[in-house]
């Protein structure tokens, strides 16, 4: 448990360091993230906005897009870190509804999000807790192309 609570600590500190490459000149808000990956291998996002704004991406999926395109799909738990830009964070920045689906589509709802503030204070949740009844591929396909349902029947 105590090297749990060190990695959580190496966690948090890395998403507030992620958080300074931000670019956010439309919201001046800012966001870290830092992924941890079942090696123990840690990957990072920023978040980007753009001026057509969907374009933009938030922390949490750049981190999780760099590890996936590093070869990495098992992960334990991710810290996140934002706020008004050239401040501590004074508040918890948990993840928005998109952000929370790619979380669903690599990991279990045990997999650990910690929400982190500038003065060091970290908030655990779980993604069960944070998308409960989420959306899995599993609920739309079978593993078995024999048992999937003809879609037209149900129409």
């Not at 996936?68 to 992960?75: D, E, I, K, M, T």
């Not at 934002?82 to 709802?109: H, I, L, N, S, T």
């Not at 959306?135 to 396909?141: A, K």
Request: include cysteine; charge should be negative; hydrophobic fraction near 35%.
């Amino acid at each position: 448990m105590a090297d749990w609570e060190a990695r959580k600590k190496d966690l948090a500190d890395a998403a507030l360091k992620a958080r300074k490459n931000s670019y956010a000149p439309y919201s001046h808000w800012t966001v870290g993230a830092a992924l941890l990956d079942e090696r123990g291998n840690v990957y990072t996002g920023c978040n980007i906005e753009n001026g057509a704004y969907s374009p933009s991406c938030c922390a949490e999926r750049v981190a999780f897009f760099t590890a996936l395109a590093a070869g990495s799909r098992n992960f334990k738990a991710i810290a996140i870190a934002g706020g008004p830009e050239k401040e501590k964070p004074k508040q918890y920045c948990p993840p928005c509804g998109v952000c929370r689906q790619v979380m669903a589509e690599f990991c279990e709802d045990t997999f650990r999000i910690l929400l982190v503030k500038g003065d060091g204070q970290i908030e655990a949740r779980t993604l069960g807790e944070l998308l409960p009844q989420r959306f899995t591929l599993s609920d739309t396909v079978s593993e078995n192309p024999e048992e999937r349902e003809d879609s037209h029947e149900n129409v």
